[in-house]
């Protein structure tokens, strides 16, 4: 394992119940870069995410065997501290969720409980999220209305500036762009190039495209299993496997 | 595009994180200990209930035999006590049936109209006037039955006197509905509207899509709501000790006054002294009592539960 | 264009039939009790008045009000809040939030279903046994709050569960991706947006704990303990270890135990304490009807 590796899978395999998620998974996914995870439906690409942050804790069905190094640390084991795990990490899922809290809370949810008071560093902290989310000029004069009632293209920028705040060092985002219109997609994945040079990015997508622009490793999952991983380049455009090459020229999925 | 520069980072982890953790596994702890408390206080019942009970094995004045099968209850008899519950329990399961043959019909077919016939504010009101005719006080329901569904009994059949047989199934069956018209209006509003419409798509009509395919569809809630309503029925004091007649004889007609298993508990409870036979024969009353009750509800358990697997 | 066939005629008068049959069902249900309750106000009308509210039972309860009665029932229905709310409430979140979909937390919910099924006269057994006899509690307003809070318990869980699980998972799942723990997301975004919720059932079980006698029988009520007019006893009439009147009771005291009390006094108790309690449960009523119109999302 070298210095730029952040994440490393070991072997992993994630199970709901008696059906298998994951299989024997293993890859790495480097530091400061935008690693790309693609793959057809069902292909297990969300209980990945799941597993980097461990809330997969959450689904009462789940049994897995083998490791998730983050920083060289077994997240998967059972003794790691996923609190402080959840906090470095910032998760984007498809569908937005605004807290039914103020905008200016939905931010400002995860520093509080971090131990921050209202301050003026709350403040100048919030209004930098909400920038980078490309959120800011339209709700810097509603801060204190619901973050519920937003559009749901504003929700999603507001889940993204949520995830921001706690400054992770590892940001996942689950198809970001579902619920958002394609100038909104552009400009963030302006935000996420500029981003890469502070923070390891896995984004999973099933736009091939959005992948081959933005990524600089890809790894492509089908049916629980890792067909290919390596340069996005090289994926995409030197396929070492018959199905990959299939599906990233939109033969299935 | 160029990301704002900012040095602004929030605390990288909790400040006082063992005190964090400390909190967090107390008030989860008290979380965990109130919900296993409704499990304790059930055996609570069962065990302080029982305990009282207890010494009338090997009591030499009591006999099982005589409990279950003899109709003469003589607790304060100079010659010879006598604990006899046959009559009681008649007279418990008599009341609960006969209020059962007013409260079902009528429970299921508000339970349909309401979810089948009737929409929008009519539906709202109604609900809440059903909901409301819950919260009135089994007390209440008592003096009712003493004071008016006594007398205009009297008045319209051959009754000797208000307080009897059927008049405190009148009143079980109004307390009773509005707990089978609620589940049972649940249940009914859990049939899929996609079979009400292929029922409807095929021809029938809204009484035929109600009974062939609502019915069958929902008959687990159904049970249930009925079943709910028997245990309440079983369970009820207040109202069947004002308006039952206390009499313990097996009733031979409609009118006769009867005697129920709780009303005997609720008088007689007051004037026994602690220890003696018949104070033991009332707690075994109880436990007589809490196992019906438990059956009941355990069977309708068993039933919704038969819902939520079978869809 | 259809031309209805006699079977097709009949086919719609059983739908017409049946659709009357269940409306007069329901009627059968609705209008006789309301008309009950309109009877019980217009006999009790002469005797309704301030005072008959804020005075004493006096002269053998044969004349006098319903002051002392209504104060018991007040600190009875306090005393059993404080107990029974936050057990419950804190049951309704292990319930909905941390127990796991396996036989326990089944045996659990049937725990609750039976406690909310045992008949209320065992409970006044076991109150009798448990905290009259076995704690020592003697017949007092704390044994009987402590069975009450026993009995209601199951009213407060239920509701608890279901205003917990109105709030969609997705607001737990955001939570817990930004690495709030469940206690935090509980108290931060769960319990603020199902308080309304829980309100309701704790306003249930009020109105439930004002009207149940049976439970409070032999553990606490007696027939006549007036309260004290002026002085410091007027201000907390009713100690903890003492016996004390409640309404319910006082109705059926009226009604077997004492004679030469004229109809009306008994009327205006009846309508009395149903008034109370349609008053408590129309508050209940009105705050879920208002919460389904202020969702926060």
């Given at each position: 394992m070298n210095s730029c590796t952040h994440i490393q899978f070991d072997h992993l395999t994630v199970h709901y119940g008696e059906r298998i998620a994951l299989q024997d998974v293993s890859f790495t996914i480097p530091r400061h870069a935008i690693t790309a995870i693609i793959g057809p439906a069902n292909a297990g690409k969300t209980t990945l995410l799941k597993c980097i942050n461990r809330t997969i804790d959450f689904e009462s069905t789940a049994r897995w065997n083998g490791s998730v190094y983050v920083n060289q640390v077994d997240v998967m084991h059972k003794k790691c501290d996923c609190i402080d795990l959840r906090r470095r990490i910032g998760m984007v899922f498809p569908l937005p969720v605004g807290l039914p809290l103020s905008v200016y809370e939905n931010v400002a949810y995860t520093p509080r409980r971090a131990g921050m008071k209202s301050s003026p560093e709350l403040d100048a902290l919030v209004e930098d999220c909400l920038r980078q989310a490309m959120l800011w000029d339209e709700v810097k004069d509603r801060l204190q209305h619901l973050g519920t009632r937003l559009s749901g293209g504003q929700q999603q920028r507001l889940t993204l500036a949520r995830a921001l705040s706690h400054r992770p060092e590892i940001l996942c985002l689950d198809?970001?762009?579902?619920?958002?219109?394609p100038v909104t997609t552009m400009k963030i994945e302006d935000i996420l190039r500029e981003m890469k040079k502070t923070t390891t990015i896995v984004l999973v997508t099933n736009l091939v495209q959005q992948a081959r622009r933005l990524s600089d490793t890809t790894a492509f999952l089908s049916s629980g299993r890792l067909v290919e991983t390596g340069e996005t380049e090289q994926v995409f455009e030197h396929s070492a496997n018959e199905l990959t090459r299939r599906y990233v020229c939109g033969e299935f999925g | 595009m160029r990301l704002p520069e900012s040095d602004i980072q929030p605390p990288r982890s909790a400040r006082k994180r063992w005190a964090m953790d400390l909190g967090e596994s107390s008030i989860e702890m008290l979380i965990r200990l109130c919900g296993w408390s409704s499990i304790l206080f059930v055996l609570m019942i069962f065990f302080f209930v029982f305990r009282e009970a207890?010494?009338?094995?090997?009591?030499?004045?009591?006999?099982f035999k005589e409990f279950f099968t003899s109709i003469n209850w003589r607790p304060t008899s100079e010659i010879r006590e006598t604990y006899g519950v046959l009559a009681m329990i008649v007279g418990t399961l008599s009341v609960t049936g006969l209020s059962m043959l007013f409260a079902v019909p009528l429970g299921l077919g508000a339970a349909v109209f309401l979810s089948e016939f009737c929409t929008g504010h009519v539906k709202e009101t109604l609900k809440i006037v059903i909901e409301l005719l819950a919260a009135i006080p089994s007390v209440v329901w008592g003096f009712i039955g003493y004071m008016v569904v006594g007398p205009l009994v009297v008045e319209w059949t051959?009754?000797?006197?208000?307080?009897?047989l059927l008049t405190s199934s009148i009143l079980l069956a109004l307390m009773s509905v509005p707990v089978i018209v609620s589940v049972g209006e649940d249940s009914l509003k859990a049939v899929p509207d996609s079979f009400r419409e292929a029922s409807v798509a095929l021809g029938a009509n809204r009484w035929e899509t109600i009974y062939k395919v609502l019915f069958p569809a929902a008959k687990n809630g159904l049970l249930a709501a009925v079943l709910l309503g028997v245990g309440r029925a079983i369970g009820e004091t207040m109202a069947v000790l004002m308006a039952t007649g206390h009499s313990t004889r097996i009733p031979h007609s409609l009118v006769d006054p009867i005697r129920t298993l709780t009303a005997t508990i609720a008088s007689e409870m007051g004037e026994v002294s602690r220890g003696s036979t018949h104070y033991q024969v009332l707690f075994l009353i109880g436990v007589l009592l809490f196992a019906m009750t438990f059956l009941v509800n355990l069977i309708a358990d068993l039933v919704v539960r038969g819902i939520r697997k079978n869809g | 264009m259809f031309s209805s066939t006699p079977r097709e005629k009949r086919r719609r008068k059983i739908e017409r039939i049946a659709a009357v049959t269940c409306f007069l069902f329901t009627m059968l249900l609705v209008v006789p009790v309301l008309a009950i309750l309109t009877y019980l106000v217009v006999r009790a009308w002469p005797a309704l008045s301030l005072d008959f509210i804020l005075e004493n039972p006096q002269n053998l309860m044969q004349s006098g009000g319903i002051w002392a009665p209504l104060v018991g029932t007040f600190c009875l229905v306090w005393l059993t809040l404080a107990i029974s709310a936050p057990i419950g409430i804190l049951a309704g979140i292990y319930l909905n939030e941390y127990a796991r979909d396996n036989w326990f937390t089944r045996v659990v919910s049937l725990a609750v279903v039976n406690l909310a099924g045992v008949p209320s006269i065992v409970h006044a057994l076991f109150g009798f046994g448990a905290f009259v006899l076995t704690l020592g509690m003697g017949k007092s307003l704390l044994a009987a709050s402590c069975t009450m809070s026993v009995m209601t318990l199951p009213v407060i869980i239920t509701s608890t569960r279901e205003a917990l699980a109105a709030v969609p998972i997705s607001f737990r799942m955001a939570c817990w991706n930004m690495g709030a723990t469940r206690w935090q997301t509980i108290r931060t975004i769960v319990l603020p947006n199902s308080m309304s919720g829980i309100l309701t059932g704790v306003i249930l079980q009020i109105s439930r704990t004002a009207g149940e006698t049976a439970p409070i029988l032999f553990t606490g009520v007696v027939f006549y303990a007036p309260v004290a007019e002026s002085g410091f006893a007027s201000i907390l009439p009713y100690s903890v270890d003492q016996p004390f009147m409640a309404m319910s009771m006082h109705l059926f005291t009226l009604m077997t135990q004492v004679r030469g009390v004229s109809e009306e006094m008994q009327y205006a108790t009846a309508v009395a304490l149903v008034g109370l309690i349609l008053l408590i449960s129309g508050g209940a009523i009105g705050l879920r009807t208002w919460l389904r119109n202020h969702r926060r999302w």
């Open positions: 198809e970001f762009s579902i619920a958002i219109d | 207890f010494p009338l094995i090997g009591n030499s004045e009591f006999s051959d009754a000797a006197i208000g307080v009897n | -």
